[in-house]
């Protein structure tokens, strides 16, 4: 059964970047039916889409995002990773990693992580 | 960006009861629309896809309808356990966007 899950820093300044690994068991990320990405969302607000990378290494960005994210993929580890950078309180959110199946007409976020909870904070 | 909004924002009915939730695209998305749930403290649950297919192991009180900018999302008979926020999604352009959510709760 495909398993994600977030790991990385809590608390991170302002200014800084924010680093986080989704790691996936259960399947493997050089699939090339799946794209896998991540989603915030603000605490008691809705969900952003944030990026996603394709096995190829293709990698497609939130344009509000886009300047400051990088999302890139280990497949010796079976891991994905995000960093944003030059974070700022508007940035405190529980960071989801999501698998995207891609099958057109087809293309909806099937399997999620529980979540991690960064805080942008000095 | 294609925006979604969602009505109503908040709901609160009987177990039992049919509840309706419309999801409106500020464009044409051609049936791109997916709906998810979201418990508390929990990460959204994939519920219907393309508009109107039931995802494998979604009971069949859940159903999804509708066209062009306009998208129903259908509890037929809630129960105690649909207590959640529900969200539609489109994919029918860069960047995916979520509605804002609609909280259901048990009177």
């Known amino acids: 059964q495909l398993q994600l899950q977030e790991s990385g820093p809590g608390l991170v300044k302002p200014s800084e970047t924010l680093s986080l690994t989704c790691t996936v068991s259960?399947?493997?990320?050089?699939?090339?039916?799946?794209?896998w990405g991540w989603i915030r969302q603000p605490p008691g607000r809705g969900l952003e889409w944030i990026g996603s990378?394709?096995?190829?290494?293709?990698?497609y960005y939130n344009p509000s995002l886009k300047s400051r994210v990088t999302i890139s993929a280990d497949t010796s580890k079976n891991q994905f990773s995000l960093r944003l950078s030059s974070v700022t309180a508007a940035d405190t959110a529980v960071y989801y990693c999501?698998?995207?199946?891609?099958?057109?007409?087809?293309?909806?976020?099937?399997?999620w992580g529980q979540g991690t909870l960064v805080t942008v904070s000095s | 960006d294609i925006q979604m909004t969602q009505s109503p924002s908040s709901l609160s009915t009987s177990v039992g009861d049919r509840v309706t939730v419309t999801c409106q695209a500020s464009?044409?998305?051609?049936?791109?629309l997916n709906w998810y749930q979201q418990k508390p403290g929990k990460a959204p649950k994939l519920l219907i896809y393309?508009?109107?297919n039931l995802e494998t192991g979604v009971p069949s009180r859940f159903s999804g309808s509708g066209s062009g900018t306009d998208y129903t999302f259908t509890i037929t008979s809630l129960q105690p356990e649909d207590l959640a926020t529900y969200y539609c999604?489109?994919?029918?352009?860069?960047?995916?966007?979520f509605g804002p959510g609609t909280k259901v709760a048990i009177k």
């Open positions: 990378i394709y096995y190829s290494g293709s990698t």
């Open positions: 999501a698998r995207r199946i891609a099958a057109p007409p087809r293309s909806y976020f099937q399997h």
């Open positions: 259960g399947g493997s990320i050089s699939s090339s039916s799946y794209y």
């Open positions: 999604q489109q994919y029918d352009n860069l960047p995916f966007t």
């Open positions: 393309g508009a109107s």
């Open positions: 464009q044409d998305i051609s049936n791109h």
